[in-house]
C-alpha cells in the first residue's frame, strides 16, 4: 500500500497579496481620501463666508458714511454724536467714530477719542479701508462731499 501523500503546505496558504489588492487596504484609502475632501470643502467654505462677512462690513462702512454727510456739513455735533450712539446699537459694532477731515474726532461712541485726533488711512479716500489697529478690526471710509472732497471720515470698530 503507498502512503499517503500530505499537501504541500503552499497550497494550504494563500499567496500574499500586494497592499493595495487587501480589502481593508482599499477601504481604509477611500476613508482617508473622504476625509481629506471633506476638511477640504469646509476649510474653502470657511474662507468663502469670511470673504463674504467682509464684503459686508465694508459695504456698511459705506452706507454709513454717505448717511452721515449732513451732520458732518452742518457741524451739528450733537446729532453727529447721537448717530454714533444709534448706529454702535443697532449695528452691534464696538466703537463708531467721526472725524473731520483734519483726523479731529467729532463725535465717537468711544467717550475716550472725543477731542483727540486720529490718522484715518489715505486710501479710505476712494474705498473703504480695513485695518487692524490695537489688535481690533476697524473700518475707515471718507465722507465725502462730491467724487473727492474729504469733509470727514467714519471709524466703526467691530
Known amino acids: ?5 500530505k499537501p504541500e503546505i503552499a497550497a494550504v496558504v494563500p499567496a500574499k497579496t500586494p497592499w493595495m489588492a487587501r480589502k481593508e487596504a482599499r ?8 476625509i481629506a475632501l471633506m476638511g477640504l470643502i469646509i476649510f474653502a467654505g470657511d474662507v468663502r463666508r469670511r470673504g463674504e462677512v467682509r464684503a459686508e462690513k465694508i459695504r ?10 449732513s451732520e458732518v456739513l452742518n457741524r451739528k ?14 449695528g452691534g459694532y464696538a466703537s463708531v467714530t467721526i472725524t473731520e477731515a483734519g483726523g479731529k474726532v467729532i463725535a465717537s461712541s468711544d ?6 485726533s486720529l490718522t484715518p488711512p489715505k486710501e479710505a479716500l476712494t474705498k473703504a479701508e480695513e485695518r487692524t489697529e490695537d ?11 462730491g467724487t473727492d472732497n474729504p469733509v470727514g ?6
Open 1 to 5: 500500500m503507498e502512503p499517503e501523500t
Open 27 to 34: 477601504w481604509t484609502m477611500v476613508a482617508i481620501t473622504l
Open 60 to 69: 456698511a462702512t459705506q452706507s454709513i458714511a454717505a448717511a452721515l454727510l
Open 77 to 90: 455735533d450733537f446729532r453727529a454724536q447721537r448717530a454714533c450712539d444709534q448706529i454702535q446699537s443697532a
Open 111 to 116: 467717550k475716550n477719542l472725543l477731542g483727540k
Open 135 to 145: 489688535g481690533v478690526q476697524a473700518f475707515w471710509k471718507a465722507i465725502v462731499l
Open 153 to 158: 471720515y467714519v471709524r466703526l470698530v467691530h
